[in-house]
């Protein structure tokens, strides 16, 4: 039995990254401090593609801590939010469709399929919105 680390109580959010580029990037693993190598690697080779890298984005993983969409615009004052655990949506950041980038007066707005589910055409979906949101 895999037990998940317990959420870390609202206060500073916890990341992976430097967030120089304020980009942030929800996931949701129970099982994970942030996210699977995998993802990772996915994740990546995406932002290579874009011309960032690590540095440049917070990687924010909510099955370990409970933040609410005030605290993520407060704390980490993001230009793009990009949500792969949109099934989860959080309270707050806007009623998107899948992969449609969707503008707001604070930031950019991408809701994704689940880093393991997403398939080669909604890959492709992804990179389409990542363009149009960084104007590459």
């Known amino acids: 039995e895999i037990l998940a680390p317990a959420p870390i109580p609202a206060g500073k959010i916890q990341f992976l990254g ?12 129970a099982d994970q401090l942030h996210l699977p190598d995998e993802s990772f690697n996915f994740l990546s080779t995406v932002l290579r593609a874009c011309q ?3 540095a440049d984005v917070a990687i924010v993983n909510l099955a370990t801590q409970n933040i609410t969409s005030d605290q993520l615009l407060a704390q980490l004052s993001p230009n793009i939010i990009l ?19 969707l503008k707001t007066v604070q930031y950019q707005y991408l809701q994704c399929p689940s ?22």
């Not at 949500?83 to 980038?101: H, K, R, V």
Request: proline share 5%.
């Open 18 to 29: 430097k967030n120089n580029h304020r980009f942030v990037i929800l996931v949701k693993y």
């Open 52 to 54: 960032l890298n690590a």
């Open 115 to 136: 880093l393991g589910d997403a398939v080669k055409p909604q890959k492709k979906q992804l990179w389409e919105g990542l363009k149009q949101m960084l104007q590459l």
């Open 83 to 101: 949500d792969f655990a949109a099934s989860q949506a959080m309270a707050g950041l806007p009623a998107a469709n899948l992969l449609e980038p």
